[in-house]
């Protein structure tokens, strides 16, 4: 046990003093407490004991008294033993949000070595210089440079990826070392250094109870420490990049930025909540919760507080913040997490098969990437998972413990739970928001609650109309498997840019799941509008549904893409997308969309796979009003539906498509907005469903079409299909003028 004497700008109106228990636990105590606990040497009776603490406290206190304070406040927090020498069971903290499994990497004497020769960069010759330099590496990487190139060049090379991975677990382990560091700096001992969990997050940790010893100073200084070992890295790296002009350097500037903003966050147990802490002088402060929110009530207003008024505010501020911020957080996380968990099995399918390419060519660090992604993937779901079952089961037993004998509470609670257990179902109950996280989705209270209804809306301002020209594309699908599949466009300056394409026979090619020959088309744009569909198990059927409204305005081409892929290797299997984009053109802009259905299979049996894509486009004189919008979004939300069946019938997918198709122009010449004659509608449907019934079979149809928005016309259909599906059709009308 460590006596660690009074703790120096307490927040508490009465003075608090420190123990630390021999298993690591810090115990808060009165100076009375503190004072008995100075007097027990193991030999004096408690008569000589209660002598001596009454000529210290200069009050009469009987052995009896003494007595009181040994058996009653000092041996239920562990801090005495038996006359045996048994110890007595100490409560132990248990909080949700604190580190669990912990490993020591070093014991306190190999830290307080390692850590040494750290402390002298806590000198202000040097201290302030490094801050200077930090501020302008910010300016330069957050204003000037930017970090674009570098996120491109680290996440498109698998050795760059894992070089910044490890130099972000690297720093996290140095960062610990400013902590220590600046405890030796100010005159505290650092104890043990390890790795521990955090929820199922690995962390690393260091022991610096002891700079408990310090003033207030000291104590933040210890706080900010591993913040400033945090600038030190960026610096050297900044440095380093100056040296090699490696770009993808900068991303390590970036992710210790990142370190230091999670690390300020006083919701959570890390630095910000303790550099708080400190400031306060109330050393735990989530123990603060309760009596503070209590003290809100207005039957408890007016009841006192051991807290000085500065403390009492701050915590109450702090509270006002946190609680909201944690409940949401929880909402949150209840909410997203079927959306997390299809996100990682349809992402963890991906890199799963690409695992299994690199394990055959062995190539490590593809393979070191691959598992870097699955972790990534898979530790938010576990995350989320441990932290929602450790709630309930400490909220289960805290609230039967303290309703024991009371049969109305008990049932009041239990009707609660039951309540709550409704809420959970109602929110994970399968209606649509098992779906992944889409690259084209910005992750906004709205498209959460819309993803319960099985499609993800995108509304976006963009150009202005109308200059018409004819944009085609071209469509590469060999027979032969394993060959290139290519589908080719001209970008704004009038350059080919490839859409899709891959080659699993070609060194260094990106295959996209364990048999495609394809790689994964690029994320959406900004106006773009995406449905991708991967399908590799046998017997599965994937749907991915994603429509689009996007309005364009202040005379900006447009360029927007709605498209449609759907791939597949697997057996009796069907995998289906479907891409709708409607888009609203205000004033003069050149119009050069994109509509690109493409379906293509490999080593399928007994499959279907098909891919529709429709793209409207209309130039207007006025934007839709707010309630026009609501009705086309209510008419695109019908899409949802079509994956709402396990049975897959292509012609019902399509005939839906062109249901809503019709709705959508009916909404628009209902409301004025174009003529229900010479409309300026101009629709470039696509769709290619694929079937085959044997292995290295592929599409007896185009795979690929893809066009862009010619002199407006009449909506048109383009499916080729095996399953039956209506004929294509266009019917002209007249061209718009200016």
Known sequence: MQLLGELAGSGYQQKQS?????????????????????????????????????????????????????????????????????????????????????????????????TAPFAWLFHPVVLFPVLAAFVAVCWFVLVDKGLASATRSAFETPGLLLAVFALTVLSAGFHEFGHAAACRYGGATPGAMGAALYLVFPAFYTDVDDSYRLNRRGRLRVDLGGLYFN????????????????????????????????????????DGYHILADLTGVPDLFSQLGPTLRRLLPSHWGEPSPL??????????????????????????????????????????????????????????????????????????????????????????????RTQDRPAARSGAVLAGLLLVALLGWAWWPSGQYQPVRGDERGTLTQLVGSWQGG??????????????????????????????????????????????????????????????????????????????????????????AYALVTVTDGRDVTSTNSAYALASCTRCATVAVAFQVVLVLGQSDIVPVNAAVAGNRNCVQCLTAALAVQLVATLER???AQVQAQLTAAMSRLGDVAAGR??????VYAEVKAVEAEVLKILQDNGLVSATTTTIGATPSAIPATSSAPGAVASTPAATAAATPAPTAPTAAPAATPPTPTPSASPTPTPSG
């Open 18 to 114: 420190l123990v630390r228990r021999a298993d690591g636990q810090t115990v808060q105590l009165t100076p009375l407490l503190y004072q008995l606990l100075e007097e027990l040497d193991g030999g004096r009776t408690v008569e000589e004991v209660a002598a001596a603490l009454s000529a210290r406290v200069d009050k009469s206190l009987d052995a009896d008294d003494v007595a009181y304070l040994l058996e009653d406040k000092l041996r239920p927090l562990g801090l005495l033993v038996s006359l045996d020498g048994t110890e007595a069971v100490a409560p132990k903290a248990n909080p949700l949000l604190g580190l669990r499994c912990k490993v020591v990497v070093s014991d306190p004497a190999i830290t307080r070595r390692i």
């Open 231 to 270: 600038a030190l890295v960026a610096v050297a790296v900044t440095g380093l990049w100056l040296a090699t002009r490696q770009d993808a350097l900068l991303l390590g500037v970036a992710t210790q930025l990142l370190q230091m903003l999670r690390q300020l966050a006083p919701v959570i147990r890390a």
């Open 623 to 625: 934007l839709p009003d």
């Open 308 to 401: 000085t008024r500065r403390a009492r505010l701050i915590v109450t501020a702090w509270v006002l913040v946190v609680v909201p911020v944690l409940v949401s957080m929880l909402l949150t996380a209840v909410l997203l997490l079927p959306r997390l968990a299809a996100t990682a099995w349809t992402s963890g399918q991906v890199h799963a098969g690409k695992l299994v390419d690199a394990a055959e060519q062995a190539d490590l660090l593809g393979l070191g990437a691959g598992l870097l992604k699955i972790a990534a993937l898979a530790l938010p779901v576990l995350a989320t998972t441990y932290m929602l079952v450790h709630l309930v089961r400490r909220t289960t037993a805290s609230t039967w413990k």
């Open 456 to 545: 993800t809306l995108r509304t976006a301002a963009a150009s202005e109309p109308v200059r018409v020209t004819q944009q085609p594309a071209l469509a590469l699908v060999p027979r032969q498997p394993g060959a290139p599949v290519l589908l080719l466009v001209r970008d704004g300056a009038g350059h080919l840019q490839t859409v899709l394409a891959g080659n699993p026979s070609t060194a260094g090619s990106t295959v996209t799941g364990r048999a495609l020959p394809f790689a994964l088309p690029k994320a959406p744009g900004k106006d773009d509008n995406q449905a991708l569909s991967v399908n590799t198990a046998d017997g599965r059927v994937v749907y991915d549904v």
């Open 647 to 652: 049975d897959v019938d292509i012609a019902a």
